[in-house]
């Protein structure tokens, strides 16, 4: 069974399904499978149409996305958990207290990955090493400051900011795809 990674925002309009459609890009060679779900989501909604533009724009197909509540099985079934905001965070570690250790923001984690030492030898699983590479640097580094860790939501916003979004996004899952292809 491969490796999942879901990632979490408010209404799973914007931010996770931008964040899932770039993953696929960015995690294709790897046996990572990427999700989202929302929150606050109401079940088969169509994606907002500026996030759409950008995954499209990514070489994804996103027409038969839906969105979709967050449910506590998808954070029990998801190897790494990958929230937009803290507040989002504490949602999801409420509703799975076992996803405790594997769910962090996605700016924090990225930033974690960024710092983070490669494993020394391939790991058998390179997604799981790359989350216990995330942990240690997590145990030697300062924390940011709190809103350094929140994705800003572009619901609202220009085509421009949600491609500002998108582009930090990016940013964010960069560390991790090196992170995994230095485990792997």
């Given at each position: 069974m491969a490796d999942r990674v879901l990632?979490?925002?408010?209404?799973?309009?914007c931010r996770s399904p931008m964040a899932e459609h770039l993953a696929r890009r960015?995690?294709?060679?790897?046996?990572?499978?990427?999700?989202?779900?929302?929150?606050?989501?109401?079940?088969?909604?169509?994606?907002?149409?500026?996030?759409?533009?950008v995954a499209t724009d990514s070489g994804a197909d996103p027409s038969g996305f839906r969105t979709r509540g967050l449910r506590p099985e998808y954070l029990i079934d998801a190897t790494l958990v990958l929230t937009a905001t803290r507040r989002q965070r504490s949602i999801c570690t409420a509703l799975a207290p076992s996803a405790l250790h594997r769910t962090f923001t996605l700016r924090q984690f990225g930033r974690l990955a960024a710092a983070?030492?490669?494993?020394?030898?391939?790991?058998?699983?390179?997604?799981?090493?790359?989350?216990?590479?995330?942990?240690?640097?997590?145990?030697?580094?300062?924390?940011?400051?709190?809103?350094?860790?929140?994705?800003r939501d572009p619901i609202g916003g220009t085509s421009a900011d949600f491609r500002r979004c998108a582009e930090e996004i990016e940013r964010s899952l960069r560390p991790l795809a090196a992170l995994i292809g230095a485990a792997g």
């Open positions: 990632f979490v925002c408010h209404a799973n309009l960015l995690l294709a060679d790897g046996q990572v499978t990427v999700a989202s779900a929302g929150t606050d989501a109401i079940d088969g909604l169509s994606m907002h149409p500026y996030a759409l533009e983070a030492e490669p494993p020394a030898e391939p790991a058998d699983d390179p997604l799981r090493a790359a989350i216990a590479a995330v942990a240690q640097a997590r145990g030697r580094l300062q924390p940011a400051a709190p809103d350094a860790d929140d994705l």
